[in-house]
């Protein structure tokens, strides 16, 4: 494999990553800033709490489409260029920091639930599913998009293993796994303290 067009793929994924549909949204549709209420996350939860469900499912759409994406193009290119799985799931990994860390927006991003589903549903469908199904078990169940995004981002290696076997991609999916979990540290205080906001309730302070 050519390590060129590899790093021009993962260099074009954390770019398309870095666009956050929450602020790109949000302005479109004449709504705050969500970096500027509730949790400060542009995320679609934190708009959901804007009353808008159209702005949120947009950005939901949005930030999980960017993921899936990036690696649907590496993947139809992935012949030309010699890309293998591991390359895949490093292009995934890219969009995935650029939504944490967009270049676009002063690389104040959200915690990358849509965009880590996106990413997983492009590499593996079966994969995607099935952390998708740990998400969506524990939100209904719970209702904490947080205690659900958790939950799926200590899964979602565990499924590639049993699903795939252990190999090199386990190492962009657990540093992908990790940083998610990172990005809820707040959260996981504020769920330890009994505190924490549940899915569609209204925030009003950062």
């Known amino acids: 494999m050519d390590s060129m067009p590899a790093i021009v793929a993962i260099v074009l994924a954390y770019l398309l990553g870095s666009v956050s549909f929450a602020v790109v949204v949000s302005r479109a549709m004449g709504l705050a800033d969500p970096r500027s209420y509730g949790s400060g996350n542009p995320g679609a939860t934190n708009v959901l709490r804007t009353g808008n469900r159209t702005a949120a499912i947009l950005t939901l759409v949005g930030d999980a489409a960017k993921g899936a994406v990036a690696v649907l193009i590496a993947k139809a290119v992935a012949a030309r260029y010699g890309f ?110 009994g505190t924490e906001t549940r899915i569609g309730q209204k925030k009003t302070a950062a």
């Open 84 to 193: 293998g799985d591991l390359t895949l799931a490093c292009v995934g990994l890219a969009a995935f920091v650029g939504h944490l860390f967009p270049v676009f927006h002063g690389f104040q991003g959200g915690k990358g639930v849509a965009t880590a589903a996106g990413v997983l549903l492009a590499l593996s469908p079966w994969l995607g599913l099935a952390t998708l199904a740990t998400w969506i078990t524990i939100a209904v169940f719970f209702r904490y998009s947080s205690l659900a995004a958790l939950a799926a981002a200590v899964f979602a290696p565990t499924y590639y293993a049993l699903l795939a076997g252990v190999d090199a991609v386990l190492v962009p999916l657990g540093i992908m796994s990790v940083l998610l979990i990172l990005r809820h540290r707040k959260n996981i205080s504020n769920l330890i303290a």
